[in-house]
Structure formats: C-alpha cells, structure tokens
C-alpha cells in the first residue's frame, strides 16, 4: 500500500483550513485540485510558467531548480514553491490563493436568436426551466433559461478547473493519458453541479422544475467530463471515441438524484468540436446565402467558412497569448490585467479590467500593446524591438514586454491568420467576397478589431464586416432548447462541413512564415 503524507492546505482566499493527503510521489498539485480548490497554472505542471505559487507554513519543501527560475531568493527563504514541482516528503502546511489567482471577466453576452421566443414544447408547463452550459478550455458558463418565454434569468461563471493542467487542449490530453483522467472528469463534474446548484438557489428554484440540461463544448472538454480515453485525440489519425449527439441524464452524469434529461451537442471532428457547431447555429450558417467567416479566437484557434450549402472548417494551434498565456507578464483576463493600451503624445498610457492596480498584460492588451508600439516604430515590421528594448523589454506599469513576447503574439497570430487564407483558398473564393465575419468568443468580445487589423491578424477589407458576438456557444445551446428546428439545422450544418487539415496544405508554411511579419 501507497505510504500516505497529511496536507493542510490554508485558503489565503476565504481562511478556509482543509487537511487532506497526499501519496509519495504526487506533488502538491493533485493535492489542491482534488479539494476542489483552484491554483492559476498555464504551462500544465511543467514548472515552465511560475504561476502555481504556494507558500509553505509548516514542514519541509526541497528548492527545485524550477523554483529557482520562477521565484526570487528572498521569496524562496520566505517559504514560497511551486505547487506542481514540490514533492513533499513529510506532513506540511501551505498557504494557497495568495492574491495572484484573481476573478476572471467570463463573457456571457449572447446572441439574440430566440430570446422571448415561447417553447413550443406542448409539454413544457409555465416556469418550467433548462440550464445552458458552455465548457471552455479556460472558462464556464451556466445559464438557467426560463421556458416560458426563452429569456435567462440566472448565470454562473468560473474558471475551468482543469486549466490547472494546462491552458491548451493538448496539455489535458497529455494530463490524462498519464493517469488524471479520472481527476479531470471529477473536478469539471463537481465545478458543475456547483454551478448547477448556484443557479436554482438564487431563484429559489427545484431540480424537479428544470426540464433539460443542454451542453457545449470543444471535443477534448466533452471527452473529459464523459471520461472517455483521450488516446485517439492526441495521435494521428485523431479518432475521437464519439462525435454524436449525446443523451444522458444526471443521475447518470452527475450523480444528481433527479432524473434530468441532458444532451450534449455533436462535434464536427476531432478539433472543431460542438461549441463550434453551437456557433454556427447561433450565426445562422444553416440559412446563409452568402459565404461567411466565422472565428473563435482562442487558445484553438477553430474557424469555419461557408454558407448553407458548403462549410470548410478548421482549427489552428494559435497558442494561449491571446488569453495571456507564454507571455512573460500576461495574465488572464481577471481584475488588473492590462486590456487597452494607447499613447498620449509620448507617454504610454493603459486601462486595467476593474480599474484596479495593473497586475499584468491580458490577450486585448498585448494586441494593443505591440500594434501601438509599431505605430511608434519600437517595433519594426519583422518584429524586432529596437534598441535600447531589444535586450531588455519595453516598460509598461513596472513590468517589461520583451522580444520573446512579441514572438509568442506573432505564432498565434500568423496561425490564425494562415487559417482564413487557406480557408478562402479552398473554398475557391477571395477574401473581399466574404459577407459577414463573426469573431466568437471572449477574448473576440473586448478586441479592438482595427488595431487587430493593424498587426496583421485580420485584413483591413474586413474591419466593417466584422462583428463580435460574445458566447455563441452558449447562445447555440440556448437555441437548442427554445428553436423547435435546432436538431435539424444542427444536422444540416455538420451534413455539409468539411474539415481542412492546414498542416496538409501545400501553401501552410509558406503563408504562416508571411504573416509572422507586421
């Protein structure tokens, strides 16, 4: 039998004391996570980005050469560690939620479609409800939809709580093929039923009242929260266990002794998953004349291009700098990142989320950054600081954005960019005949979309056609349950989806290598 250590674990947050265990072997990590508690981490328990930040109380902790990198002498000597590099060796005490795990801003603005529309489910009684539920990679929405007349009247948001393994799809892949794929199933399943629960309890609302559980999500979430094996994702030919419409109910699923009706939406494939298809229902693919783009800016990168009679979709590894990931003073969008940036003459000015003490550079600032930057011609259009930044960063709010920075903005842009024009190749068209672009998602919400343009991510012909439309996942799901045709529209949309595979494309390097280039 596996020797036991006990953890006390000291929420900085809420005071909150809890003693749990942990085996030797397994690091402090796990220990968090399986309390249901959150810890900020981007890199997926490398030790790479030095956001897991504990302090130890009481016992003993080993200085890792990660430590080493990520912390400062002093901290060390203060007891400060890494929480997936420290591998205790005896009983200890640490301190959690030390003030650099803030709220993040979660978008919940939806599209219109449907909203007041009556069920017309003959069976659905008044002020019966559906909750509506949109799993990202970084973030939770849960809506509970009054079925009278199709209108939300409640919402929960978190942070998804596997992103403690990793910010992208690929890292909770790699995390459950070695051996958390139970531990990632159960945290997102608990995260929900504590969402699910805030949304009855704050309008004095039964279990029994709500009707049906609709949910979305990209194929690697789903896979997660159903517990299937993640094996066929992360390896070509990337088959994934299922694709389909899934039926289930919560006492199957969460344990919730009502016997609720839950459907979760079909994916496309195995990287353009149903949060994707929900968008397309939500931007009206299904009945589209005229070809359209649609993109959800995230740390996937998907993208679909088409009409109501042909769709090429895609997804693109643009990386997490557009959600403040792999850059040196990025942080999510929570309280104090940096989102707007401009100059006033020659004094660099910025605006924080909440107003509050700059913590950080989020995704819509570092865009603002560098696209102000080039203006002023810091940075030339190869992407090189000049000097004297070159060597030491830029200076914004007591932090320095550096050359490495702006490579990590120029992958994830170039990708995204790469992705429409091989998109609008393939489909046989230019980019000046697209009708209509939507930009999904958070990080799209709060984007300024011409000085986007102006670093390159999305030609200027498109500025006027573009349009953000907030959480199309979440609006999809909701027009699932009030749209008595959704079913068939969702049929008809993944019936003629095509997906590209970019990495195939004989054109792929040579487009991404341009647009590196501002």
Same mark, same amino acid.
Do not use: W
């Given at each position: 039998?596996?020797?036991?250590?006990?953890?006390?674990?000291?929420?900085?947050?809420?005071?909150?004391?809890?003693?749990? !265990?942990?085996?030797?072997?397994?690091?402090?990590?796990?220990?968090?996570?399986?309390?249901?508690?959150?810890?900020?981490? !981007?890199?997926?328990?490398?030790?790479?980005?030095?956001?897991?930040?504990?302090?130890?109380?009481?016992?003993?902790?080993?200085?890792?050469?990660?430590?080493?990198?990520?912390?400062?002498?002093?901290?060390?000597?203060?007891?400060?560690?890494?929480?997936?590099?420290?591998?205790?060796?005896?009983?200890?005490?640490?301190?959690?939620?030390?003030?650099?795990?803030?709220?993040?801003?979660?978008?919940?603005?939806?599209?219109?479609?449907?909203?007041?529309?009556?069920? #017309?489910?003959?069976?659905?009684?008044?002020?019966?409800?559906?909750?509506?539920?949109?799993?990202?990679?970084?973030?939770?929405?849960?809506?509970?939809?009054?079925?009278?007349?199709?209108?939300?009247?409640?919402?929960?948001? #978190?942070?998804?709580?596997?992103?403690?393994?990793?910010?992208?799809?690929?890292?909770?892949?790699?995390?459950?093929?070695?051996?958390?794929?139970?531990?990632?199933?159960?945290?997102?399943?608990?995260?929900?039923?504590?969402?699910?629960?805030?949304?009855?309890?704050?309008?004095?609302?039964?279990?029994?009242?709500?009707?049906?559980?609709?949910?979305?999500?990209?194929?690697?979430?789903?896979?997660?929260?159903?517990?299937?094996?993640?094996?066929?994702?992360?390896?070509?030919?990337?088959?994934?266990?299922?694709?389909?419409?899934?039926?289930?109910?919560?006492?199957?699923?969460?344990?919730?002794?009502?016997?609720?009706?839950?459907?979760?939406?079909?994916?496309?494939?195995?990287?353009?998953?149903?949060?994707?298809?929900?968008?397309?229902?939500?931007?009206?693919?299904?009945?589209?004349?005229?070809?359209?783009?649609?993109?959800?800016?995230?740390?996937?990168?998907?993208?679909?291009?088409?009409?109501?009679?042909?769709?090429?979709?895609?997804?693109?590894?643009?990386?997490?700098?557009?959600?403040?990931?792999?850059?040196?003073?990025?942080?999510?969008?929570?309280?104090?990142?940096?989102?707007?940036? !401009?100059?006033?003459?020659?004094?660099?000015?910025?605006?924080?989320?909440?107003?509050?003490?700059?913590?950080?550079?989020?995704?819509?600032?570092?865009?603002?950054?560098?696209?102000?930057?080039?203006?002023?011609?810091?940075?030339?259009?190869?992407?090189?600081?000049?000097?004297?930044?070159?060597?030491?960063?830029?200076?914004?709010?007591?932090?320095?954005?550096?050359?490495?920075?702006?490579?990590?903005?120029?992958?994830?842009?170039?990708?995204?960019?790469?992705?429409?024009?091989?998109?609008?190749?393939?489909?046989?068209?230019?980019?000046?005949?697209?009708?209509?672009?939507?930009?999904?998602?958070?990080?799209?919400?709060?984007?300024?979309?011409?000085?986007?343009?102006?670093?390159?991510?999305?030609?200027?012909?498109?500025?006027?056609?573009?349009?953000?439309?907030?959480?199309?996942?979440?609006?999809?799901?909701?027009?699932?349950?009030?749209?008595?045709?959704?079913?068939?529209?969702?049929?008809?949309?993944?019936?003629?989806?095509?997906?590209?595979?970019?990495?195939?494309?004989?054109?792929?390097?040579?487009?991404?290598?341009?647009?590196?280039?501002?």
């Amino acid at each position: 039998m596996k020797q036991r250590l006990t953890i006390n674990i000291i929420d900085g947050k809420s005071g909150k004391e809890i003693e749990t !265990y942990l085996y030797i072997g397994e690091n402090l990590m796990d220990a968090i996570i399986r309390e249901g508690l959150s810890i900020p981490s !981007y890199c997926g328990g490398m030790g790479s980005c030095g956001k897991c930040i504990i302090r130890l109380v009481d016992g003993h902790l080993d200085i890792t050469s990660q430590d080493k990198k990520a912390l400062s002498a002093d901290k060390l000597g203060q007891g400060y560690r890494l929480a997936c590099m420290a591998y205790p060796r005896q009983a200890c005490s640490i301190l959690i939620n030390l003030g650099e795990d803030r709220e993040f801003k979660v978008v919940t603005k939806t599209l219109g479609h449907g909203s007041g529309e009556k069920s #017309s489910d003959k069976k659905v009684l008044a002020h019966a409800f559906a909750i509506t539920i949109d799993i990202g990679t970084t973030t939770l929405v849960l809506a509970l939809l009054d079925l009278a007349n199709g209108k939300i009247i409640n919402n929960y948001t #978190s942070i998804n709580p596997q992103r403690a393994y990793g910010v992208d799809v690929i890292s909770r892949i790699k995390a459950s093929q070695e051996g958390k794929q139970d531990l990632l199933s159960k945290i997102i399943r608990d995260e929900l039923i504590k969402g699910i629960g805030f949304l009855l309890k704050g309008k004095d609302i039964g279990l029994d009242r709500v009707q049906r559980i609709v949910i979305a999500g990209n194929t690697t979430m789903i896979h997660l929260l159903m517990s299937y094996s993640c094996a066929g994702l992360g390896a070509y030919p990337f088959n994934p266990v299922n694709l389909g419409l899934i039926n289930t109910y919560s006492d199957e699923l969460f344990a919730i002794p009502d016997r609720i009706p839950i459907v979760i939406l079909p994916c496309i494939s195995a990287f353009v998953g149903g949060d994707i298809t929900a968008g397309l229902l939500a931007c009206g693919f299904e009945r589209a004349n005229k070809p359209c783009l649609f993109i959800d800016m995230g740390t996937n990168g998907e993208m679909a291009l088409g009409n109501s009679k042909r769709v090429l979709v895609t997804g693109t590894a643009a990386g997490p700098a557009f959600e403040g990931g792999n850059i040196s003073c990025g942080v999510a969008s929570v309280s104090g990142a940096i989102s707007s940036v !401009y100059f006033i003459g020659e004094k660099l000015g910025y605006q924080t989320i909440n107003n509050v003490e700059p913590l950080g550079l989020c995704g819509t600032g570092v865009i603002e950054l560098v696209y102000e930057l080039l203006k002023k011609g810091v940075i030339d259009s190869s992407g090189l600081l000049v000097d004297p930044y070159f060597d030491t960063g830029y200076p914004i709010a007591g932090m320095k954005f550096t050359q490495a920075d702006i490579r990590e903005l120029q992958l994830a842009k170039a990708a995204i960019r790469a992705g429409v024009e091989i998109l609008t190749k393939t489909y046989g068209i230019s980019i000046d005949d697209l009708d209509r672009v939507y930009i999904a998602g958070g990080f799209g919400y709060y984007m300024d979309i011409e000085k986007a343009a102006g670093i390159g991510l999305l030609p200027d012909s498109l500025i006027k056609k573009t349009e953000a439309v907030g959480n199309t996942s979440l609006s999809g799901a909701i027009m699932s349950v009030t749209d008595p045709q959704a079913n068939d529209k969702i049929d008809h949309i993944i019936s003629v989806s095509e997906e590209i595979h970019l990495s195939n494309h004989e054109d792929f390097n040579d487009i991404y290598v341009q647009y590196m280039s501002f």
